[in-house]
Nanobody
């Protein structure tokens, strides 16, 4: 089992920045790929970003490419999502997830999920 706890969400004005953290405990987090997903009210959960278990490769949704950066610190069992140039359409509940096999873009790849942290971007 891997337990994931997100933090760092909040209210920010458009154009601002936030850094989300995902603290992992339990099984070796470093053995898993990590992903970030988000879900806005009335919408389906969507892929935001992912990073491989060694951190050598990263993947982004087109909507956040160039603005968001995913990273991880294996020794700290923590992952991050740096979000810059935030837009009102980035408002959502953000989840981190850990998984081992499958497409990094698909939620079904991930076996473990946090409860989410709310990000609200005002215009």
């Amino acid at each position: 089992q891997v337990q994931l706890v997100e933090s760092g969400g909040g209210l920010v004005q458009a154009g601002g920045s936030l850094r989300l953290s995902c603290a992992a405990s339990g099984r070796t987090f470093s053995a898993y790929a990590m992903g970030w997903f988000r879900q806005a009210p009335g919408k389906e959960r969507e892929f935001v970003a992912a990073i491989t278990w060694r951190g050598g490769s990263t993947y982004y949704a087109d909507s956040v490419k160039g603005r968001f950066t995913i990273s991880r610190h294996s020794a700290k069992n923590t992952g991050y999502l740096q979000m810059n140039m935030l837009k009102p359409e980035d408002t959502a509940l953000y989840y981190c997830a850990a998984g081992r096999a499958g497409s990094y873009y698909s939620a079904t790849t991930y076996d473990y999920w946090g409860r989410g942290t709310q990000v609200t971007v005002s215009s």
